[in-house]
T-cell receptor, first 115, second 116 residues
Framework: AQSVTQLDSHVSVSEGTPVLLRCNYSSSYSPSLFWYVQHPNKGLQLLLKYTSAATLVKGINGFEAEFKKSETSFHLTKPSAHMSDAAEYFCVVADRGSTLGRLYFGRGTQLTVWP | DTEVTQTPKHLVMGMTNKKSLKCEQHMGHRAMYWYKQKAKKPPELMFVYSYEKLSINESVPSRFSPECPNSSLLNLHLHALQPEDSALYLC???????????????FGPGTRLTVL
């Protein structure tokens, strides 16, 4: 079975400081992992994805995530937060054995960026 | 074109109304999805269409009726909704690859539905 745990429901940082959003997953198969971002009253935008190639994945807007199989983690980081990064972030695992695209979402982490 | 579009952006309806939500994509994706998202929660899967056929129905009440007229369009027909059905309804699409290594989904901006 697939599941995702986002360890923090809310993270607050100052502009220009690093961002760390934590995610642990459980998967019966080799997982595909994603981070999506959702700004208020908007749809979800894909930030980055891991699909068994490089374990360090670079995404849009300066975000990156590292897949660590031994720790079953896929934490999202950014060296320097920007005000525009304030949003809800979802860590998502897909069942690689599924052809029907079922995704398993974490509960979300609300990122606040202070000026 | 890497966009999923949804109309309308906002919809207010009474419990006796009939309305429809529309979703369109021109990326050649053959899997399309409806999700319901309540405030401060992750999206919940409602329906999945694969090659225009309904593949997954997550025990959604019959007052929600999906339709996939062709490979680019997805509708969600609404009838006799309840106030608790008020939510953001998201459409998504993905390439369906047999033995795929991943199922990246592209999401539309959503329709904000309010049921009075």
């Amino acid at each position: 079975a697939q599941s995702v745990t986002q360890l923090d429901s809310h993270v607050s940082v100052s502009e220009g400081t690093p961002v760390l959003l934590r995610c642990n997953y459980s998967s019966s198969y080799s997982p595909s992992l994603f981070w999506y971002v959702q700004h208020p009253n908007k749809g979800l935008q894909l930030l980055l994805k891991y699909t068994s190639a490089a374990t360090l994945v670079k995404g849009i807007n300066g975000f990156e995530a590292e897949f660590k199989k031994s720790e079953t983690s896929f934490h999202l980081t950014k060296p320097s937060a920007h005000m525009s990064d304030a949003a809800e972030y979802f860590c998502v695992v897909a069942d690689r054995g599924s052809t029907l695209g079922r995704l398993y979402f974490g509960r979300g982490t609300q990122l606040t960026v202070w000026p | 074109d890497t966009e999923v579009t949804q109309t309308p952006k906002h919809l207010v309806m009474g419990m006796t109304n009939k309305k429809s939500l529309k979703c369109e994509q021109h990326m050649g994706h053959r899997a399309m999805y409806w999700y319901k998202q309540k405030a401060k929660k992750p999206p919940e899967l409602m329906f999945v269409y694969s090659y225009e056929k309904l593949s997954i129905n997550e025990s959604v009440p019959s007052r929600f009726s999906p339709e996939c007229p062709n490979s680019s369009l997805l509708n969600l027909h609404l009838h006799a909704l309840q106030p608790e059905d008020s939510a953001l309804y998201l459409c998504a699409s993905s390439q369906e690859r047999r033995g795929s290594s991943y199922n990246e989904q592209f999401f539309g901006p959503g329709t904000r539905l309010t049921v009075l």
